[in-house]
């Protein structure tokens, strides 16, 4: 079974508002990564975040990580008809020699 | 600097042919992977590799097989291929622990 787990699967927002996607995983893992995919195109890396911290923070997007719930969220601000795509989150898990497991993903439209 | 290069970018196969998906990065990253996408699977890992000459399974590693001979080249070879295999296929690389994925742009593959 897949280690990251999105939530929700698709989200439907006004140009303007926050969107707030989450991810939950099974085992320990040793970094989260989020990533954007445009249209079933190749992904493209947002924000890694480590298993020692808690928060992050990259232009309109935050990310927090809460390993003892092993859960983590991506909130975009103030989000564009641009920003319509689907997002992944990416976890890797060095014990098992250093698999990326992806979750299924949301899917993000905006409106404008 | 190409980053990661997928070849070829579609492919229609009959059922039991045989084919290799090639991936190269210019990066000299170490670890390198292979996934598929389908509709409301997110993308699930099918084989990966941490160093020259090695390779290990993901999670749908059946009727695939992968080789990594040089550093820079990735291969995703399906010996007979079925119906089941069509699927958008993605290979990423990355330099190591905590660091980003940088993935190619897809291969669109369909066996009939």
């Known amino acids: 079974s897949q280690q990251g787990e999105e939530d929700p699967q698709a989200l439907s927002i006004q140009e303007g508002e926050n969107a707030t996607m989450n991810c939950s995983y099974k085992t320990s893992i040793n970094n989260l990564q989020w990533y954007r995919q445009n249209s079933g195109r190749g992904l493209v890396h947002l924000i890694l975040?480590?298993?020692?911290?808690r928060e992050k923070h990259s232009g309109r997007l935050r990310v927090t990580l809460d390993t003892s719930k092993k859960s983590s969220s991506l909130l975009i601000t103030a989000s564009r008809a641009a920003d319509t795509a689907s997002y992944f989150c990416?976890?890797?898990?060095?014990?098992?020699?250093?698999?990326?497991?992806f979750g299924q993903g949301t899917e993000l439209s905006v409106k404008p | 600097n190409a980053g990661v290069t997928q070849t070829p970018k579609f492919r229609v196969l009959k059922t039991g042919q045989s084919m290799t998906l090639l991936c190269a990065q210019d990066m000299n990253h170490e670890y390198m992977y292979w996934y598929r996408q389908d509709p409301g699977m997110g993308l699930r890992l099918i084989h990966y590799?941490?160093?020259?000459?090695?390779?290990a399974k993901g999670e749908v590693p059946d009727g695939y097989n992968v080789s990594r001979l040089k550093k820079q080249n990735f291969l995703l070879g399906l010996e007979s291929a079925a119906p089941s295999q069509t699927s958008v296929y993605f290979c990423a690389s990355n330099l190591g622990r905590n660091t980003e994925a940088f993935f190619g742009q897809g291969t669109r593959l369909t066996v009939v």
């Open positions: 590799s941490v160093g020259e000459g090695t390779t």
């Open positions: 975040i480590r298993s020692n911290e």
């Open positions: 990416f976890c890797m898990i060095y014990n098992q020699g250093g698999k990326l497991i």
